[in-house]
C-alpha cells in the first residue's frame, strides 16, 4: 500500500467525500484507516439511531445495565459526533431507558456527545418521545436548532427545562433557532444568551417586550430573525430609555421582523448598527387602507442607505379584506413611496410581495434602473387568487426594454407584466446589445401571450434567458409556447454559429 495513504489529512479528505456504506468496510481495513473512516461515518447523524441501536446490541432485554466495557465502546463512537438531528421522523421510537440509567455510572461523561458543535431537535408533545438533554448537547455546542412546533396552543415546560440545560451546558452557544410557542420563563432564558451571533425566535405572538429590549443590547448579535406582531413601541421606548448608554443592535447585519409598520419605524430608528445590509418585513396592519409606505422607505433611506443591499418587504392582505375592500382604497406602493430608495444606490436585491401589485408604469423603470444600477434580483410580485381578478398592470414589455439595457448584472425579474400589445413594429425599433446574465423571468399578470411576437421580443432582449415563468393556469399552454419559442431561437443561433 502507498504511504500516501497512511496520511491522516489525506485519509480524512478521501473519506469525506466517501459513500456512507463504503466507511463501516474501509475501517476495517486497516488500524491506520479505523479512525478517519469511522469519523468521518459519525461525524454526521441525521438520526441518533446508529448510536442507539449499539446499546440495543448491548442489552439482553433484561433491566441490567451494560457493562463498564461495553459503555465505553459506544462512548468511543459517541464522541465522534459532531452534527446531530433528531426527531420521531427520524426516530420514532422510545430512548431506551439502558442508556439513560447508565449515565449514572462512574468514570464516564455525563454529555455523551462531547464534541458536537451542531444539534437539531424537535421536542414533541409526548414526554416518552422527547429527547434528554445529555444526548444532544455539549459544552462545546455552537448552533441549536429547537423545534417545538405548534401543535398544540400551549406552551411546554419541557422546553423551558431544556433551555435551562442549555444555558448552563452551552455558555458558549453562537447560534439559536427556535420554533414554537414561548413561556415566559422561555423568554428570560432568551434574554440571557448574550453571546449569540445569531438568533431566529419564531414564537408567533409569545415573545415580549422585555425580552426585545435585552436582545437590542447582545454585542455580537449579527442576525436577528423574530415575530413581533404583539409589541407596541410604547412597550420598548421605556426599556431602551432606562439603558440608553449600551448600543441597540450595534453589530446587527441580517435583521427579519414580523411586526406593524409603526413598530418597524421605531425599531429601525433606533438601530445603531453601520453594518446592516439585508432587511426582511413581514407587516401587519390592522387597518389595510391606511397610508404608510412612504414613511416606511424614507426612515430605511435615513437608517441605511449607505449600507442596505438586500431589502424584501412583505404585506399580504386577509382574505377578507382583499375581497371586500374597494381596489381604489387599497394602500398600493406608488413611485412616490419608492423615491426615498433612490438614494440606497448599494441595493443589490429588492422584493416587494403585495396583495395588489405595485403601482409603477413604464416611465417610472427608467429611474428605478439609474437609482439601483446593480441590481442582481428584482421582484414586484402580487398575490393572485384563483377568485380574484387582478388589475391590469401599467407595466407593459417596453419596460422589459429598460431593463434589458440598463441592468447588466440583473439575473432574476418578478414583475406583472402585460405583453399582450406587443407588434412587429416593437420589435423592429429593437435596437440593443442583449443582456445575457438573466436567468430567470417570471411574468406575473395571467393573461393570454403572443407565442409569435413574444418569443422574438424576449429572445432579442435576452438572448440566454433559460425559461419564462407564468402565473397562469388558463393559458398554461400558450406560455409554454413562449418558452418553446425562446429555446428554438437559441437554437437556431448555437447552429449558425457553429457553420
Not at 132 to 142: I, K, N, W
Request: charged residues 20%; proline residues 6%; contains cysteine.
Amino acid at each position: 500500500m502507498q504511504n500516501t495513504l497512511f496520511i491522516d489529512e489525506i485519509l480524512r479528505e478521501i473519506f469525506h467525500w466517501s459513500a456512507g456504506q463504503d466507511l463501516p468496510r474501509a475501517a476495517q481495513v486497516c488500524r491506520a484507516w479505523k479512525d478517519p473512516a469511522l469519523d468521518a461515518l459519525y461525524e454526521s447523524l441525521t438520526s441518533l439511531k446508529p448510536l442507539l441501536d449499539l446499546l440495543l446490541k448491548f442489552d439482553n432485554g433484561d433491566s441490567q445495565f451494560v457493562t463498564v466495557d461495553q459503555l465505553r465502546t459506544f462512548h468511543s463512537y459517541a464522541r465522534r459526533v459532531k452534527y446531530l438531528s433528531h426527531s420521531t421522523i427520524t426516530y420514532p421510537g422510545l430512548i431506551p431507558n439502558t442508556l439513560l440509567l447508565s449515565l449514572g455510572q462512574n468514570d464516564l461523561p455525563t454529555y455523551i456527545l462531547p464534541r458536537l458543535q451542531t444539534a437539531k431537535v424537535t421536542l414533541p408533545t409526548k414526554t416518552t418521545c422527547s429527547i434528554p438533554p445529555c444526548l444532544s448537547l455539549s459544552p462545546g455546542l455552537r448552533e441549536l436548532y429547537l423545534d417545538q412546533g405548534f401543535t398544540s396552543r400551549k406552551v411546554h415546560h419541557r422546553t423551558d427545562d431544556y433551555l435551562k440545560q442549555v444555558a448552563l451546558v452551552a455558555p458558549h452557544l453562537e447560534s439559536l433557532t427556535f420554533r414554537g410557542l414561548a413561556s415566559a420563563e422561555a423568554n428570560r432564558y432568551f434574554a440571557d444568551m448574550r453571546n449569540l451571533r445569531v438568533l431566529r425566535l419564531r414564537t408567533a405572538h409569545t415573545l415580549d417586550a422585555e425580552t426585545l429590549a435585552s436582545i437590542a443590547t447582545f454585542p455580537q448579535l449579527e442576525i436577528l430573525e423574530i415575530h413581533a406582531k404583539e409589541i407596541h413601541s410604547s412597550d420598548l421606548a421605556p426599556l431602551w430609555e432606562s439603558s440608553s448608554t449600551v448600543p441597540l443592535f450595534g453589530a446587527l447585519q441580517n435583521f427579519w421582523i414580523r411586526c406593524t409598520p409603526d413598530l418597524l419605524e421605531f425599531i429601525t430608528s433606533k438601530i445603531e448598527s453601520t453594518q446592516l445590509h439585508t432587511l426582511y418585513v413581514d407587516l401587519e396592519t390592522l387597518h389595510q387602507t391606511t397610508s404608510f409606505w412612504h414613511t416606511l422607505f424614507d426612515n430605511i433611506r435615513k437608517c441605511f442607505s449607505a449600507t442596505l443591499q438586500d431589502l424584501s418587504i412583505m404585506h399580504l392582505l386577509d382574505r377578507d379584506d382583499a375581497f371586500n375592500t374597494d381596489i381604489h382604497d387599497i394602500n398600493t406602493i406608488g413611485m412616490k413611496d419608492l423615491r426615498p430608495l433612490s438614494h440606497c444606490h448599494n441595493i443589490r436585491r429588492i422584493d416587494l410581495g403585495t396583495t395588489f401589485p405595485v403601482n409603477v408604469c413604464d416611465a417610472d423603470f427608467t429611474h428605478l434602473v439609474k437609482w439601483w444600477p446593480d441590481l442582481e434580483s428584482l421582484e414586484f410580485s402580487a398575490e393572485i387568487t384563483h377568485d380574484c381578478i387582478p388589475p391590469t398592470p401599467r407595466v407593459t414589455f417596453e419596460a422589459l426594454r429598460v431593463i434589458s439595457t440598463s441592468l447588466p448584472k440583473l439575473s432574476y425579474l418578478a414583475l406583472p407584466v402585460d405583453t399582450s400589445g406587443i407588434t412587429e413594429d416593437a420589435i423592429a425599433s429593437l435596437d440593443v446589445v442583449g443582456q445575457r446574465v438573466l436567468r430567470t423571468l417570471s411574468i406575473m399578470f395571467p393573461h393570454l401571450p403572443d407565442t409569435t411576437l413574444l418569443p422574438r421580443y424576449l429572445y432579442t432582449l435576452f438572448p440566454d434567458l433559460p425559461e419564462v415563468e407564468y402565473s397562469s393556469e388558463e393559458w398554461f399552454a400558450d406560455w409554454v409556447k413562449v418558452t418553446s419559442g425562446v429555446r428554438g431561437l437559441q437554437l437556431k443561433c448555437d447552429k449558425a454559429t457553429c457553420t
